[in-house]
């Protein structure tokens, strides 16, 4: 069984940066794809980064250049660096991994980018 636990959430300034970071109870690395969700106020959930098992990430058009997803300490957590935020990318965001689909969820932690 896999837990996921986001932290690092919090209120920013327009133009700041956040790094959420993802911890899981379980084995993870070099196992499950792992995948980074927002879900703005009032919208439904979507995805913005993805890392695979070979460490080949992806990003959504809307952060990339600004968000980095990455896990580099084979520590089973798996972190996203935010630059530049805007009032836009105000949301909860969650991690989730992926055996076949996106099977495990985190609980989100808030993020607001004030204006």
């Known amino acids: 069984q896999v837990q996921l636990v986001e932290s690092g959430g919090g209120l920013v300034q327009t133009g700041g940066s956040l790094r959420l970071s993802c911890a899981s109870s379980?084995?993870?690395?070099?196992?499950?794809?792992m995948g980074w969700f927002r879900q703005p106020p009032g919208k439904e959930r979507e995805w913005i980064a993805t890392?695979?098992?070979?460490?080949?990430?992806n990003y959504a058009d809307a952060v990339r250049g600004r968000f980095t997803i990455s896990s580099p300490y084979a520590n089973n957590t798996v972190y996203l660096q935010m630059n530049n935020l805007k009032p836009e990318d105000t949301a909860v965001y969650y991690c989730?991994?992926?055996?076949?689909?996106?099977?495990?969820w985190g609980q989100g932690t808030q993020v607001t980018v004030s204006s």
């Open positions: 989730a991994a992926s055996e076949a689909g996106w099977e495990y």
């Open positions: 379980g084995s993870i690395f070099g196992r499950l794809r």
């Open positions: 890392i695979a098992v070979s460490g080949a990430t």
